[in-house]
């Protein structure tokens, strides 16, 4: 069935680097994505959003990019810190069910100091 | 603003056991979820209102689960009888669906173990 996957599960940087975390999903029809945090023992708390009629979209210190003709979705964290250390996942809406999000696994990012 | 209360936060009960979780959403959000997140993977929806109808409960296993939105607003979710394989967190969301817009809120969860 449709998914939404990630293609790197762990992603280790350093203290003010950039990150970038991807997301690759399959429904063609999916035209709604969310980028969420999730710290341990927290529910997912929401990042940055974005329609399929815009390829980039910036928030304070993230970006989201989408390529729609190959289906990808990506996160961009500037500057990064030891509080942006969490798991991140994408998740898509569209197609027949605006109110479903269908999540991705995630990806675990650690900051290190 | 309160974000989504979930209670309890922890629960441990035996399997075959009955167990209810309960959720209050954002004050003047009209939709509310429940998901189900295993450990390591993402959240998996379970059943979706919108007001106090259940719009989408395709996900929900129904011959144990069981979920009201009495009233529109607080929610409960009941396992009746618990097994060992729904142990998990189970996260409840809310939002104020504007066109294609939909930003989910999460509560923190609860996390079920099932013994």
């Known amino acids: 069935g449709e998914s939404v996957g990630l293609h790197l599960p762990t992603l280790s940087v350093q203290e003010g680097d950039n990150s970038i975390i991807n997301c690759a999903y399959s429904?063609?029809?999916?035209?709604?994505f969310i980028w969420y945090k999730q710290e341990s023992g927290k529910g997912p708390q929401f990042i940055i959003d974005?329609?399929?009629?815009?390829d980039k979209r910036q928030g304070q210190r993230v970006t989201v990019l989408l390529n729609k003709t190959v289906k990808h979705l990506s996160l961009q964290i500037a500057a990064t810190q030891p509080g942006d250390s969490a798991v991140y996942f994408c998740a898509e809406a569209g197609g027949t069910s605006y109110g479903k999000l269908t999540f991705g696994q995630g990806t675990i990012l650690t900051v290190h100091p | 603003e309160a974000g989504v209360v979930q209670s309890p936060r922890y629960k441990i009960i035996e399997k075959k056991q009955p167990v209810a979780f309960w959720c209050n959403p954002i004050?003047?959000?009209?939709?509310l979820y429940w998901y189900r997140q295993n450990l390591g993977q993402g959240p998996e929806l379970l059943i979706r209102y919108e007001n106090e109808e259940a719009v989408d409960d395709s996900q929900l296993p129904k011959d144990r689960f069981s979920a009201e939105r009495l009233k529109g607003v607080d929610s409960t979710l009941k396992i009746q009888p618990a097994e060992l394989g729904d142990s998990a967190v189970y996260l409840c969301?809310?939002?104020?669906?504007?066109?294609?817009?939909?930003?989910?809120?999460f509560g923190a969860g609860t996390r079920l173990s099932v013994l």
């Open positions: 004050s003047g959000h009209n939709t």
């Open positions: 974005i329609r399929s009629n815009m």
């Open positions: 429904n063609s029809a999916s035209d709604y």
């Open positions: 969301a809310s939002s104020l669906v504007f066109g294609i817009k939909n930003i989910q809120y």
